[in-house]
C-alpha cells in the first residue's frame, strides 16, 4: 500500500489559488484522497480552508483531526493536557536530545482512518519541508502499520509533480 506526503506553503507550488486548482489536477490525475492533517484546517488563504477544500475535491477530501499536530494551533493558549505536556518539555532535558517531537491528537485512530480511505491517500499539512512537519511522525507511525510498503512526499507540484520516497519504493520507479 502507497501513501503520499505534501506541505502547500513554500516556493515549490504555485501562489494561492492556482495552487489549490493544481492540487486538484494531481488529485483526478493520480486518483488520490487528501487526507488533511493539519490540527485546524484553517488559513489566512481562504483557498486553504476547509470548506474550500470540501467544494475544490469534492468526495476526495477528509479533515483527519487526529492526526493534527496539538503543539501546532497559534493564537490562544489552550492547555490540552499539562502533565503530557511538561513530560515532553522534560524529555529532551532526561535524554540529552534536543528535538521536540510533535504530539499527534490520536494517533491510532487517524492511521485506522487514512488506512479506511478508499483510493491513495495524500496526507496533506501547510508545512513546505517533510522534516520540518509533524507528517515526519505520521509518516513513521504509518509505515509500521501492517500492509504499508511505500510513503512518497511530493516536493514540487509543477510543472510535473516530484515524487521523492521516504520510505520504501524502488527510487526510479513511477508512483502513478
Ligand atoms: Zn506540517
Known amino acids: 500500500m502507497l501513501f503520499f506526503t505534501t ?21 483526478m490525475e493520480q486518483d ?3 487526507a488533511d492533517i493539519r490540527d485546524v484546517p484553517w488559513s489566512q488563504a481562504p483557498c486553504w480552508r476547509k470548506a474550500a477544500l470540501e467544494q475544490i475535491l469534492g468526495g476526495r477530501y477528509v479533515h483527519i483531526p487526529q492526526l493534527g499536530n496539538a503543539t501546532k494551533r497559534t493564537g ?8 503530557a505536556g511538561l513530560d515532553r518539555v522534560l524529555a529532551p532535558v532526561r535524554t540529552g536530545s534536543t528535538s521536540y517531537a510533535p504530539l499527534i491528537r490520536d494517533m491510532e ?16 499539512c501547510c508545512c513546505p519541508n517533510f522534516f520540518d512537519c509533524h507528517r515526519e511522525e505520521v509518516a513513521r507511525a504509518l509505515v509500521k502499520r ?22 520504501g519504493g524502488d527510487r526510479e520507479g513511477s508512483y502513478a
Request: proline share 10%; no cysteine.
Open 7 to 27: 506541505g502547500y506553503l513554500g516556493d515549490r507550488t504555485p501562489k494561492g489559488d492556482p495552487k489549490a486548482a493544481r492540487l486538484r489536477q494531481m488529485v
Open 32 to 34: 488520490w484522497i487528501v
Open 76 to 83: 490562544q493558549i489552550t492547555i490540552r493536557d499539562m502533565e
Open 109 to 124: 485512530a487517524g492511521l485506522d482512518r487514512v488506512l479506511a480511505l478508499p483510493r491513495p491517500a495524500l496526507l496533506l
Open 146 to 167: 501492517p500492509g504499508v510498503t511505500n510513503i512518497v512526499e511530493i516536493t514540487h507540484w509543477e510543472p510535473m509533480y516530484t515524487a521523492v520516497p521516504i520510505f
